[in-house]
């Protein structure tokens, strides 16, 4: 299955040693990937620096070697989420129609580990800045990608799918009612293999 992250890059460029690259990318990936977690389930106002490092099992001093600022790590981290996280299930999976079947299932919605940024993320982004808006748009064209290519129909009812999915998962969280979230995620996931036919 193709990567929905194409053309993704990272906004920092590598700043290391050449001589410990491979030490470097792994405590990178561990902040990275507690980023993605704390950010996707709280939001950014209510995760600092030092809680990022210490899920990471790291100190705080060691966060600027790698980050200028909570900013920037932020949008590093929906890259992450959406092509290392929650996002490499997507891209594992064999056809539309398990797309579809994991990014709506209980076990998404519920997660307390990985999840996708998109979704998770959806009203968290209308408050950060232009930079980190930029990195979830091109995280969202990258989804849309997705489902025009592995479905075979046109962007527009990839589009339409996208925002059944994307915020079929947004609105099952903020429902705070089991029975009704699972009816929305039902509802969605119904009318995208609709949508996509991949039913």
């Not at 600092?48 to 100190?59: D, E, F, K, P, R």
């Not at 996002?87 to 594992?92: A, M, P, V, Y």
């Not at 968290?124 to 930029?134: L, S």
């Not at 990608?145 to 099952?172: D, F, H, N």
Request: a positive charge; proline letters at 3%.
């Amino acid at each position: 299955m193709a990567l929905w992250h194409d053309g993704l890059s990272h906004i920092t460029e590598n700043r290391f040693m050449p001589w410990v690259p491979e030490h470097k990318e792994k405590t990178r990936n561990k902040i990275l990937q507690s980023a993605a977690r704390l950010f996707t389930h709280q939001g950014f106002d209510r995760v600092s620096i030092n809680q990022v490092m210490q899920q990471a099992g790291l100190t705080r001093g060691a966060f600027y070697k790698y980050f200028s600022s909570k900013s920037e790590l932020y949008s590093e981290a929906i890259i992450y989420g959406a092509t290392q996280a929650a996002g490499k299930r997507l891209t594992d999976a064999i056809g539309v129609q398990q797309v579809i079947d994991l990014y709506l299932s209980s076990e998404h919605l519920n997660s307390s580990r990985d999840v996708c940024p998109l979704a998770f993320l959806v009203s968290d982004i209308t408050q950060r800045e232009p930079m980190q808006q930029e990195t979830y748009n091109k995280v969202l064209r990258g989804f849309i990608r997705l489902l025009t290519k592995e479905s075979g129909q046109p962007e527009e009812q990839a589009i339409l799918s996208s925002v059944l999915m994307i915020g079929g998962v947004a609105l099952a969280r903020a429902a705070g009612d089991s029975a009704l979230s699972e009816q929305i995620l039902s509802a969605a996931k119904q009318e995208a293999q609709r949508q996509l036919k991949a039913i």
